[in-house]
């Protein structure tokens, strides 16, 4: 059995501090994690993906993750928040199949 | 390339009526798949597709089916609509090695009154 948990499903900032979207994760198998945006009235997006290489990931527009295997966690951040990052992230696990998280909606504020 | 396309982009239907939304691809990809997205539900996976002519179903399948006749093509067809099946649909495909990096097309946003 896989689950994924979105911790926050509201997260507000203002423009140029720092983005933390938190994910926890549960399965029986050694998962492949992603996070995907989707931006409003679009669809989704891979952001970027976990597939047991480096477990700091690196993924577009300057946002990255770790893999934490001891917290069961895949943690987006990113350093400096621009008004273009406003959209609905997902966070995403693969093992047996994929499983979405409930979507954390980030709102950025001047 | 174009790829991964819906129409239409919008749709209201009555209690009982069937309609079929459209999904295609240019990307040749091998795997495609629907999904409706509910608020504070995430993306529940409806059908799925690992190829022509092969079709599965997914966590929610009931009062959807589909076909896979080309490569390209992936319809969902909704046979007597329901006010539970108001949702934004999205169509998406992958190469079959790689399922998890998933192309997303724009969606469709139905409502059933």
């Known amino acids: 059995a896989q689950s994924v948990t979105q911790l926050d499903s509201h997260v507000s900032v203002s423009e140029g501090t720092p983005v933390l979207l938190r994910c926890n994760y549960s399965s029986s198998y050694s998962p492949s994690l992603f996070w995907y945006v989707q931006h409003p009235n679009k669809g989704l997006q891979l952001l970027l993906k976990?597939?047991?290489?480096?477990?700091l990931v690196k993924g577009i527009n300057g946002f990255e993750a770790e893999f934490k295997k001891s917290e069961t966690s895949f943690h987006l951040t990113k350093p400096s928040a621009h008004m273009s990052d406003a959209a609905e992230y997902f966070c995403?696990?693969?093992?047996?199949?994929?499983?979405f998280g409930t979507g954390t909606r980030l709102q950025v504020t001047l | 390339n174009a790829g991964v396309t819906q129409t239409p982009k919008f749709q209201v239907l009555k209690t009982g009526q069937s309609m079929t939304l459209q999904c295609a691809q240019d990307m040749n990809h091998e795997y495609m798949s629907w999904y409706r997205q509910d608020p504070g539900m995430g993306l529940r996976l409806i059908h799925y597709?690992?190829?022509?002519?092969?079709?599965d179903q997914g966590e929610v399948p009931n009062g959807y089916n589909v076909s896979r006749s080309t490569t390209e093509d992936f319809p969902l067809r909704l046979l007597s609509a329901a006010p539970s099946q108001t949702s934004v649909y999205f169509c998406a495909s992958s190469y079959g090695g790689q399922i998890y990096e998933q192309y997303f097309g724009p969606g469709t946003r139905l409502t059933v009154t």
């Open positions: 976990y597939t047991s290489a480096a477990t």
């Open positions: 597709s690992v190829g022509a002519g092969i079709t």
């Open positions: 995403v696990v693969h093992a047996s199949k994929l499983t």
